[in-house]
């Protein structure tokens, strides 16, 4: 059992940046990959950034390359997403989740945290 608590979003400006964080409580958070979805009014819920359980591979959706970073600390079991160079179509709510699989298949994800809203106005 994972539990999972994003924080970190607000409004920012068209080419700022912002940093959201996921605590994650359960002995088992280092067996899993992590990964980051959003989701934008009206629209279903889209991949990210996913990191494998040793923090050796990342992945990145073709939208968000070069501008974002997800990264992970399994001694203080959080993810990280450095977002940067932010867009207004960056706006949605942020979710972190994790999975026993390496993936970015949103229905592979067994748990997911409550979403944290990140706004990017022009």
């Known amino acids: 059992q994972v539990q999972l608590v994003e924080s970190g979003g607000g409004l920012v400006q068209a080419g700022g940046s912002l940093r959201l964080s996921c605590a994650a409580s359960g002995r088992t958070f280092r067996s899993y990959t992590m990964g980051w979805f959003r989701q934008a009014p009206g629209a279903e819920r889209e991949f990210v950034a996913a990191?494998?359980?040793?923090?050796?591979?990342?992945y990145y959706a073709d939208s968000v390359r070069g501008r974002f970073s997800i990264s992970r600390d399994n001694a203080e079991t959080t993810v990280v997403l450095q977002m940067n160079n932010l867009k207004p179509e960056d706006t949605a709510v942020y979710y972190c989740?994790?999975?026993?699989?390496?993936?970015?298949?949103?229905?592979?994800?067994?748990?997911w945290g409550q979403g944290t809203q990140v706004t990017v106005s022009s």
């Open positions: 989740a994790a999975s026993l699989g390496y993936t970015a298949r949103t229905y592979e994800y067994d748990y």
């Open positions: 990191i494998t359980w040793s923090g050796g591979t990342t």
